[in-house]
C-alpha cells in the first residue's frame, strides 16, 4: 500500500487541485473508470461497502442488467 501527503498552506480543503498552467498542458484529476457491470459485481462481492463511502468512480458504460443495492 502506498501512502502520500500534501501539505499546501492556505488549506482550502482536504484536497485542494490547483492548475499550474494556464491551460499550456492537461491538467486534472482522472477517476478511476469502471464499466457499469464491473461496478455492479464488485459491489455485490463486497469490494465496496461503508469504507467506500464518497468513492468517486467513472462509470464508462451503463450497467446491463441493474439491480436496487442498499443505500450505504
Request: hydrophobic fraction near 40%.
Amino acid at each position: 500500500m502506498h501512502r502520500w501527503g500534501l501539505i499546501i498552506f492556505p488549506q482550502k480543503a482536504t484536497l485542494d487541485i490547483t492548475a499550474k498552467t494556464s491551460g499550456t498542458k492537461p491538467e486534472g484529476l482522472i477517476i478511476p473508470q469502471l464499466a457499469g457491470n464491473d461496478i455492479r459485481t464488485a459491489t455485490t462481492a463486497g469490494v465496496y461497502g461503508t469504507n467506500q463511502k464518497g468513492l468517486i468512480i467513472f462509470a464508462s458504460s451503463a450497467d446491463t442488467n441493474p439491480t436496487r443495492l442498499p443505500i450505504m
